[in-house]
Nanobody
Framework: QVQLVESGGGSVQSGGSLRLSCSFR????????VGWFRRVLGKEREGVAT???????RYADSVKGRFTISQDNAENSVYLQMNNVKPEDTAMYYC?????????????????????WGQGTQVTVSS
């Protein structure tokens, strides 16, 4: 059973910070490309940031300069540091690991089945 477990979500005021964590403790599939995605109710899931095995990172334009993705292989974890958050960042945030290594590691959702997903953690930003 795939085990990606997110934590760290919550409520924060606009301009504040949050740090999301994703644990891969029991995950045995590919981690060549790992990312954070988010979904607002009624809208499609969108990519936020990705990181590959070489620590290359990519970000959606909407979060560049504010969010930082990182990974700690010793801790089997991936993080999303969210700074200067805005009300439009309010969403359910998902950690995901791409099942294949084809193509560049980018925050493009593509086919949902190409990724193993966590259950999500809610982030709510108030103005």
């Amino acid at each position: 059973q795939v085990q990606l477990v997110e934590s760290g979500g919550g409520s924060v005021q606009s301009g504040g910070s949050l740090r999301l964590s994703c644990s891969f403790r029991d995950y045995t599939d590919s981690r060549s490309c790992v990312g954070w995605f988010r979904r607002v109710l009624g809208k499609e899931r969108e990519g936020v940031a990705t990181i590959d095995v070489r620590e290359n990172t990519r970000y959606a334009d909407s979060v560049k300069g504010r969010f930082t993705i990182s990974q700690d292989n010793a801790e089997n974890s991936v993080y999303l540091q969210m700074n200067n958050v805005k009300p439009e960042d309010t969403a359910m945030y998902y950690c995901a690991a791409r099942k294949h290594s084809r193509g560049a590691c980018t925050p493009e959702v593509g086919a949902l089945l190409d990724w193993n997903w966590g259950q999500g953690t809610q982030v709510t930003v108030s103005s």
